[in-house]
């Protein structure tokens, strides 16, 4: 599998590893923790071995492209294609899927918080508290833009931003485990 491989060392250091089951991402980051590599190496070890056989389907092109971003995602499907060398139809899904990622990227996709039509001072207007809630709701609404649940537009971002807010509202009234038991 090796020779499949472009010189890249985190790529061949995961591939070393690949076919230890289960424990193949724990084996990699540890024995490069052990021999002390650098945490920029160990971090891009850490996401091949992580994903090195995580199912990706073109379809989720745009999700996996905001998760890891492009040229992340690219080494991993090169690794994962090195890995199913014999596999056609995988090799052609995966072709596929960066094909569909660099188009993604050349559109202008929204693919990051910093693309999204609203911010967290938007929401705070909205009477979102200041703190993690802020977080959380634009980590909802870029969810929904990314798996196309939702347009990126500042109204239809607003609107949901404001459904969730009144469902954290009812949440707060009636905690769940708090209303009455009937027998």
Known sequence: MAEALPP?????WVALF???????????????ARLRLSNALRGEIAVLA??????????DARLWVSRLGLPMLLRVTTLQKAMAARDARQQDAL???EQSARDI???????????LAVNGNDLMQMGIPK???VGEALGHLMHQVVTNQLP???EALLDAALTLRAGQKEQQ???PGQGRVEA
């Open 8 to 12: 890249d060392l985190p790529m061949r």
């Open 131 to 133: 703190g993690p809630e």
């Open 18 to 32: 690949a076919y230890c089951g289960s424990d193949a991402a724990q084996a990699a980051n540890d024995a490069a």
């Open 173 to 175: 009234k009636n905690p």
């Open 105 to 115: 990227v050349a559109s202008g996709a929204c693919l990051s918080l910093r693309d």
């Open 152 to 154: 990126n537009t500042r």
């Open 50 to 59: 992580q994903h090195m056989h995580t199912p990706m389907l073109p379809d």
């Open 95 to 97: 072709a596929v899927l």
